[in-house]
């Protein structure tokens, strides 16, 4: 469920940044290019305007070519004007607008029939401009005669109000920008709100508070949670029905014996000691498959209480040698498992330690990523040529000295069943012996 949270939240991170950096930019730019577009237009529609109004107001005679003193466009009539108007007749200027005064400019020669009219983007020292042409017929039938009237609007006026523009789309855009993250954070800590309740559900059942999923959810989550409920009561159904009928086999199984260890066979020595033997494994067999190690849901257990609880009991069996208990554990360090199976495994050590010891036992605790669990002892510890076969299953592991080994096929399949593993080295500061338990967790929350 937390690997789902954290998908969950790499996707909304994951759109969130492709809306501010990817998508909004692309918007950004793509207004600015439709209304530099539409000044253009609007550009040409003005000169054009501008134009037929000249065009009204020429006065054609014998002398030539007279306009007005004041034209009806007021933009030609202002000396700092971005607008200019000219009129040429034979590549001449005959006249202009009074905001061309200071205006040096020599029109590009374009070639156009009467009647055509001529809007480009032109640049003249430097400077763009754009234009609007025009070659018309002034005159009658009489008397007439080609003249050609030229518009031009700098184009820094535009960029004047595309600047604009753009600084108020960018504060458009910083105030979408941030109510769209809002709106998403909102989003996503709602949508996520069922996945949190049914991420503690599922901690609060690891941890044995509760037996199965019982809160309201979305119709995306009832299916998880009907299977979940499904499988924990499935696995209930089964650990009880191994455990009733491993009960009644160990019931079979114990008389049997019984009758053979009261039986003249039972007066031979050897005999006595397989019988004991099979009465061992019948024993440790049994408890193993009755634990709960191979379930499929594992629980937290605490492992401070358990270890107290194991030092408390070993203080009164060794109560003789004196034995100094040092213990580094914490109260959040935690076991992914069966308590039964981790009192098996800390108790069948930590007996083995009392037993090998003279006087110390340690138990150091280390849990992160993995749980390490290491006990050791200041008693003569295990030969190296031995080791391998301590941890191997069917040796006579009881023949060794001082202790170490009994239980040891237990605590092998344990280890074994939760994926974990078992090494046994010389501890370096008790001299003596040292189990060290490894258990990788990194896959299971």
Known sequence: MVASQISLKIRQGF?????????????FFSIGKAYYASLIEATEKT????????????????RGIIMPSTILAPELNRLN???YAMIYRDEQPVWHSESAVNVNFAPQSIEARAGSADFRRIEYKGTAYWQLSLTVILGNIDQSEQARFILLKRNDALLRLMDGFKQTLVNWMYVMGVAIAALMAIGFVWSARPLQRL??????????????????YPIELQTIKADLNLLLQTQQRQKERYRASLSDLAHALKTPLAVLKSSPLANDADAQEQLDRINVMIEHQLKRAATGAADTWKKQTMIKPVIDSILSAMSKVYRDKDIIFTCDVTDKQY???????LLELLGNLIDNACKACRSQVAIHVIQDKNLSVAISDDGPGVP???RES???????????ENGHGVGMAIVSDLVKSYNGTLTILDSHTLNGANFILEFNYNDKK
């Open 15 to 27: 759109i969130l940044v492709f809306v501010l950096l990817v998508a909004l930019p692309i918007l």
């Open 47 to 62: 000169l054009e305007a501008h134009l037929y109004s000249l065009i009204s107001e020429v006065d054609f005679t014998e």
């Open 81 to 83: 004007s971005d607008t």
């Open 199 to 216: 991420d503690k559900e599922i901690k609060a059942i690891e941890s044995g508070d509760i037996q199965e999923i019982k809160g309201l």
């Open 335 to 341: 076991f992914l498992g069966d308590k039964t199976d």
């Open 384 to 386: 190296i040529d031995k």
């Open 390 to 400: 301590l941890l191997t299953r069917g040796t006579r592991l009881d023949t060794y």
